[in-house]
């Protein structure tokens, strides 16, 4: 069975300064993970995935994920945060790929302050 | 590209009445769609995986005659609340897999249903 553990329901930042997300999954099979943003009341818009390719995965927004199997770990990051970054995130985990179905994490709403 | 639209955005219903929600694939095909339930601030919880013209693929706990799916054609599913109650009332959001490519699933706005 697949499952992701999201560190941190609550994440505040200054804005400008660094973003970090944690997430961490746990999978039979190797993973395909996902980062999705939700913003209030609206459905959930992709950041950026990773399909077993690369292991740094470049999203939208600048935001950016590493894949760590050592550590089974898909942190999001975003050097500089914007106060249009404030919203909730979610890490998503399948098997077998894409097309499989989602399990996602209990998602970390970010903060960012002036 | 990769856009999918829900309708109504918002209902409010009495209990006992059925409510029905569309999900539609804009610019892509979908054979296959999922809906998910979001209670206030938790995650979304998967209900039940709709295939084009075959019976939907229910989760476990999920009552099937309480949450009719229909997908007729490949851009477009429903998902009907039947007999509606009160604990119904959630956020509602439907996804879509884009059979192209990496085959990733883009998710729809959200339908907020609220039984009074």
């Known amino acids: 069975a697949q499952s992701v553990t999201q560190l941190g329901s609550h994440v505040s930042v200054s804005e400008g300064a660094l973003v970090l997300l944690r997430c961490n999954y746990s999978?039979?099979?190797?993973?395909?993970l996902f980062w999705y943003v939700q913003y209030p009341n609206q459905g959930l818009q992709l950041l950026l995935k990773?399909?077993?390719?690369?292991?740094l995965v470049k999203g939208i927004n600048g935001f950016e994920a590493e894949f760590k199997k050592s550590e089974t770990s898909f942190h999001l990051t975003k050097p500089s945060a914007h106060m249009s970054d404030a919203a909730e995130y979610f890490c998503?985990?399948?098997?077998?790929?894409?097309?499989?179905?989602?399990?996602f994490g209990t998602g970390t709403r970010l903060q960012v302050t002036l | 590209g990769a856009v999918v639209s829900q309708h109504p955005s918002w209902v409010i219903c009495k209990s006992g009445t059925s409510v029905k929600i569309e999900c539609r694939s804009l610019d892509f095909q979908a054979t296959t769609m999922f809906w998910y339930r979001q209670f206030p601030k938790q995650s979304l919880m998967l209900m039940a995986t709709?295939?084009?013209?075959?019976?939907?693929?229910?989760e476990q706990g999920v009552e099937k005659d309480k949450f009719l799916i229909n997908h007729a054609s490949l851009t477009l599913s429903t998902l009907t609340v039947t007999s509606a109650h009160p604990e119904d009332s959630s956020f509602y959001i439907c996804?879509?897999?884009?059979?192209?490519?990496?085959?990733?699933?883009?998710f729809g706005p959200g339908t907020r249903l609220l039984v009074l």
């Open positions: 996804s879509a897999r884009d059979e192209r490519g990496t085959r990733t699933q883009y």
């Open positions: 990773y399909t077993s390719a690369a292991t």
């Open positions: 709709s295939n084009e013209g075959s019976k939907a693929t229910y």
């Open positions: 998503a985990v399948s098997e077998g790929g894409t097309a499989s179905k989602l399990t």
């Open positions: 999978s039979s099979v190797p993973p395909y």
